[in-house]
């Protein structure tokens, strides 16, 4: 029975470890998510803020209401045993009704809350690049919305991801430690079909999952259970024909009748038939602009 004894060492040396694994990730994860950033004060000068504006950005462009519900009076992020039970809060007057305009502006723009602490996979990575303005129609909008006196619910980031994190297998659950708090605003680019704008829009909105040179890969801040991040240079969506990308948005179906899958499947089906038209083309213009694959020499 010497190989049964064997058997229960090996088992019990694999507890161990196992417990010993989350007990270093629990720690870790405690230190990084009770830290405190300081970033610069925000200061609105004469922007002159427009809440309607704000509300399509709300709802449809940077779709807060995907993680903070369709009324923000708090929403679902995801419901699953590896990520855990993640909730996105309350942004109602009810909540938010004793922050500064600069206070609200700084959770978009730092990825952090009124005390500095990094917000859990709020999506900086993307809004740092967004223009000042667009920031404060945003919080004009925020501010004009009905308060909603609803509860959080209490967010618990499962077991599993937290010990993938410490092991480097899952990054920027906390954008606010990867965002450059020095950085200015970008500066505001006039809305139309250009490249120009196409290019504001990817920065702030799409280049966090599909990366600055547009070529795709893993969504180091997702579950492991997504899929790459598809290509949007010319060897992708940026090689299809205008009305081939605008249909992708308008159906959930990509250039070759495939659906495409979450995350992005699920955003499209929420909000793409919303995205106005001229963002559409001017994101199609900037990424038909994207060189694919590097041509050797
Ligand atoms: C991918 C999901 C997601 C999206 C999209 C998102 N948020 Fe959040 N946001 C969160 C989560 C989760 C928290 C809470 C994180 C924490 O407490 O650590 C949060 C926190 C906040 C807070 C701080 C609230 C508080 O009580 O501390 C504000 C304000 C906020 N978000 C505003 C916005 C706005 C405005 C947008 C759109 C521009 C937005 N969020 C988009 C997930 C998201
Ligand atoms: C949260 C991460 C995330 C964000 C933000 C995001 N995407 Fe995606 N996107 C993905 C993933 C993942 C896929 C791959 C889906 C699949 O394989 O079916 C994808 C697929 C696509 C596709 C389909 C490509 C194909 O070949 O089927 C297009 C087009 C696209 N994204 C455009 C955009 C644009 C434009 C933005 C910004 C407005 C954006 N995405 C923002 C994650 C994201």
Excluded at 6 to 20: M, N, R
Aim: some cysteine; hydrophobic content about 45%.
């Amino acid at each position: 029975m010497r190989i049964l004894r064997w058997i229960g060492w090996g088992l019990g040396a694999l507890v161990v470890l196992v417990l010993g694994a989350h007990v270093v990730a629990s720690v870790k994860w405690a230190r990084h998510a009770n830290a405190r950033i300081a970033v610069p004060p925000i200061a609105f000068g004469n922007v002159r803020a427009s809440a309607k504006h704000g509300e399509y950005l709300v709802r449809v462009a940077a779709a807060c209401t995907e993680c903070h519900g369709d009324d923000l009076a708090g929403g679902v992020v995801v419901e699953d045993f590896v990520p855990g039970h993640i909730y996105g809060p309350n942004i109602t007057q009810a909540a938010l009704k004793d922050w500064t305009d600069a206070e609200i502006a700084a959770t978009i723009h730092h990825g952090v809350d009124r005390t500095g602490r990094p917000l859990l996979i709020m999506p900086s990575l993307n809004f740092q690049f967004l223009c000042l303005q667009d920031v404060a129609d945003m919080v004009a909008f925020l501010r004009h919305l009905p308060p909603v006196n609803k509860a959080n619910r209490v967010t618990r980031v499962g077991r599993i991801i937290k010990v993938l994190w410490a092991l480097g297998q899952v990054s920027d659950v906390f954008p606010a430690e990867t965002v450059d708090h020095v950085r200015t605003f970008t500066a505001r680019v006039p809305e139309g079909p250009t490249v120009a704008y196409g290019r504001y829009l990817y920065t702030s909105h799409c280049a966090g999952c599909h990366r600055e040179d547009g070529r795709g890969g893993k969504v180091t801040s997702g579950p492991p259970d997504w899929p790459p991040a598809a290509n949007l240079t010319q060897d992708g969506a940026g090689g299809w024909k205008q009305a081939e990308f605008i249909r992708a948005f308008r159906t959930g179906v990509n250039a070759s009748g495939s659906a495409i899958r979450p995350p992005m499947g699920d955003a499209i089906r929420r909000t793409g038939k919303l995205i106005k038209e001229h963002d559409l083309k001017a994101l199609w213009s900037y990424l038909h602009t994207l060189k694919g694959k590097d041509v050797g020499f």
